[in-house]
T-cell receptor, first 113, second 117 residues
Framework: GNSVTQMEGPVTLSEEAFLTINCTYT??????LFWYVQYPGEGLQLLLK?????DKGSNKGFEATYRKETTSFHLEKGSVQVSDSAVYFC????????????FGTGTLLAVQP | GAVVSQHPSWVICKSGTSVKIECRSL??????MFWYRQFPKQSLMLMAT?????????EQGVEKDKFLINHASLTLSTLTVTSAHPEDSSFYIC?????????????FGEGSRLTVL
């Protein structure tokens, strides 16, 4: 079946450090892939997405590349800020025209000044 | 971005009572809303898909009579946990897709934490 696996947290980094949060997926067909972010006290927000192999999604300095050969969609940022502290969810969309999403378990990122 | 609001954000109830959680799209019309459940340190599990004016579609293993979903208008969906028991304690999250929204772009509520004593 379809599933998403992401690295467990929490991830604790100092400001300006490089961030990688790993995400791998299992899916039939060709899913779209997403990263959502949840800031403290807020709902999930779409951070970036990629709809086909080799696409790179990017937003707010974050990037992730859809790697079909490794079934991965790792999230990266070159220099994190305290304001990036949040929970990050990797997700895939399946089911044709529906918006059904399968989420990973979420990774808590804590950035210290 | 579009705003989805859930109410209440947290609720404590006695075992055997029913609890209603509301999900509202504040500045857009949502033809489809989704209800998720999240256990500690686990991913969001889709419970059901709610379409305005029709019956909800439940995921396998989700009890329809236990989790009643109503989507009576384009801006409101409700989840009622009937005869709640401690094992129903969880974090419930709704999301909504705008009527003209692009595939994959969902807007999420803040979540509602239910604790059943």
């Amino acid at each position: 079946g379809n599933s998403v696996t992401q690295m467990e947290g929490p991830v604790t980094l100092s400001e300006e450090a490089f961030l990688t949060i790993n995400c791998t997926y299992t899916a039939t067909g060709y899913p779209s892939l997403f990263w959502y972010v949840q800031y403290p006290g807020e709902g999930l927000q779409l951070l970036l997405k990629a709809t086909k192999a080799d696409d790179k999604g990017s937003n707010k300095g974050f990037e992730a590349t859809y790697r079909k050969e490794t079934t991965s969609f790792h999230l990266e940022k070159g220099s994190v800020q305290v304001s990036d502290s949040a929970v990050y969810f990797c997700a895939l969309r399946y089911g044709g025209a529906t918006n059904k999403l399968i989420f990973g378990t979420g990774t808590l990122l804590a950035v210290q000044p | 971005g579009a705003v989805v609001s859930q109410h209440p954000s947290w609720v404590i109830c006695k075992s055997g009572t029913s609890v209603k959680i509301e999900c509202r799209s504040l500045d857009f019309q949502a033809t489809t809303m989704f209800w998720y459940r999240q256990f500690p340190k686990q991913s969001l599990m889709l419970m059901a898909t709610s379409n305005e004016g029709s019956k909800a579609t439940y995921e396998q293993g989700v009890e329809k009579d236990k989790f009643l979903i109503n989507h009576a208008s384009l801006t409101l969906s409700t989840l009622t946990v009937t005869s709640a028991h401690p094992e129903d304690s969880s974090f419930y999250i709704c999301s909504a897709r705008e009527a003209s929204g692009r595939i994959g772009e969902l807007f999420f509520g803040e979540g509602s934490r239910l604790t059943v004593l």
